[in-house]
């Protein structure tokens, strides 16, 4: 049978021969990578699915590591309503009044706490899982990677399968699994502007239609209800710049119906809520062992495993990151 070669002109591109055709096609080959430890890495591996799975914990962003996180996508938020509400020229009803009206009795972080308890209660919470650009970083290893004494796990944002026909012609390129990751947006980014407005736009009209349907009595309800909104679908993808060095990546989900919600304790000694998230074990590609780490007998055993799950192609390495700890 007719073998098609394979080339990679830079890391975005790939090119596909069939004959004297070529086929380009656009597709993302940078590895995107999880901090863990070598402990969650075990129960992944003991854990694999019928489907050939991993199952990842998606945590409640109300239980990330930097509590604020939340109230920060939510303050974005709020900015971006009074700068819409100005450029629209909108005088009756605005949602960023919501904070003017109930304030006149309560202070912000009354306010802030009703908010998020008002919408932890009714389960309207995304639940994510961060990614980094960075497979072998000083910082992230500190933070996210134990200590130095953790792994970093390289996956491909997208698999990309070629079914082989019985001609060349019949040979087709097929996106098999994909990871539905976004690029966090740190607070100082060009385009956060023009996410802000393509994510919320919409769901301000939305508001306005309902606003202006209902009473006074019914107004609170329904501004809390369209802000909930618009801060659930802003809050997981914007950080404060001081994180900006993370490069994060995020798969951020809103609970299902079918969705289980579970509870652990994670390593701050913290009780935090999660979700099950399958992803297909052939978008692993590499695992990067920690810098205080024993590398060469952690490999043999990772490699050992591997091969038994029959997991291939996963290239295990060293970091080069002279690590330190006090």
Known sequence: MYELPRFFINPHLLFYRQGSIGTLILVTMELMYHYTSLSTLQCLLDNISNNHEFIFHASSIYSMND????????????DWLKKYEEEQGIKENRLSKIWDNYLENHTKEEFNSLFIEKLYKEEHTPFVIAFSKKDD??????MYGVDGKGVSLGFH???????????????????????????????????L????????????KQYLEEANKNNREHLLRVQM??????????????????????????????KRDEDKVLYKINSKGNMISYIEIPILKRNLQSITIGPCVDFVSTKRVLEQQLDKREIK??????????YRQF
């Open 137 to 142: 970083s000083l910082p992230l290893w500190s």
């Open 67 to 78: 509590s604020q996180e939340f109230i920060h996508g939510y303050n974005i938020v709020l």
């Open 313 to 322: 192609n996963v290239e295990i390495r060293q970091s080069e990151i002279p």
């Open 225 to 254: 209800k369209h802000l909930g909104i618009a801060t659930i679908i802003v809050s997981p993808y914007i950080k404060h710049p001081a994180y900006a060095f993370e490069e994060e990546k995020r798969l951020a989900i809103n």
């Open 157 to 191: 944002e997208n698999f990309l399968h070629i079914k082989r026909g019985e001609s060349v012609k019949d040979y087709k390129i097929e996106l098999e699994s994909k990871i539905n990751v976004l690029d966090v947006m740190y607070q100082n980014a060009p385009n």
């Open 193 to 204: 502007d023009e996410l802000r407005t393509n994510a919320l736009e919409r769901q301000y």
